[in-house]
């Protein structure tokens, strides 16, 4: 089987909500697909979420990658030989991650379409099914409850809150949001960068009584001892998130107990391949691992899910990204019931019908 053509464009998506986190607001965002074809039967279709503060890319970037590097290095090869094709494309995966990422998924999607089965039960299929938290975007402590109660009346039963704007509103919201919705579910908080040492430390000691299970990059990627110190000082599970873009990422992360969880994010190590590796070092050093999103299309969180229900170490989702998108082409490819994600009994990622 040889690849005889790489078609990439790209598809913009309005919120049907907007929302707002630490240091931005967004209401659409653009994705990047990818197609795959040979000279066989199969296809493979990968996409691309990038984002200028995450991942330092965007849509036109992409593009200019996956036309320009990747497709003159795709062509002609035989696809089933990922790894080899990856490695032609890791000295860009620093300043691509998110189109690597979207090669990297074709790749693994014509995989299990070869195979003739689902993706996740190709790579190990630990599981076949994860809860997903629902994230709640900064907004006034009322909004905040108003909106935590609807999405637990359609059945979810972990929320992830946004904050890092202003401390005293986030413990409010936070401490708020368990008053009003009592032990049955649980919180999570993603401060976004937007704290210091002491101010995470502060959020930490002020929301005990509210029981928050995980506290997500609290403070600044660019100054990692920060992030240390606040894992040290405090039994609440820190998790890196911005902190985290590569398999180097992960070790010295792991070296210098700088978090006790990772989020790891196909769009920020560069696809499946990579996250693996990252998961690899995260257990050998004792870390749980969170397999996080951006604002994605059904086709890439899909490509998420895979990798969670294929290990052990995965024992957290937050793959929502899709929820708020109006139009998605790629509708159908996940089954949600009351919080808990399912991935399609089809084969690789789960793509029943040709995108382009």
Known sequence: MQI????????????VEPYTIAYETISEVTNVF???ETNGEHTGHGCAAPDLKVTGETPDTVLGFLENVAVPELLGLDPLRSAAILERLRLHRSKHPSGIAAVDMALHDLLGNAAGIPLWQLLGGFRDRIETSVTIGILSESETVERAIDWVAQGFRCLKIKGG????????????VREHLGDRIEIRFDANQ??????????VK????????LFEQPTPKGQPDMLGRVTRATSVAIMADESIMSLRD?????????ADMVNVKLMKVGGIAEALQVNAVARSAGLEVMVGCMD??????????HFALARPNVMYADLDGHLGLAKDPTRGMLRLENGVLFASEAPGLGLTRELG
């Open 250 to 258: 992960a070790f010295q992360i792991a070296r210098d107990d700088q």
């Open 34 to 36: 990818v197609r795959l």
């Open 165 to 176: 704007r202003d401390l005293d509103t986030d413990i409010a919201r936070v401490i708020q």
């Open 206 to 213: 002020q929301t005990k009584a509210a029981r928050v299970t």
């Open 296 to 305: 994605e299309v059904e086709l890439s969180i899909a490509a998420g899910l």
């Open 194 to 203: 937007g704290y210091t040492v002491e101010q995470a430390l502060r959020f």
């Open 4 to 15: 005889t053509r790489v078609v990439a464009w790209p598809m913009t998506f309005t919120l």
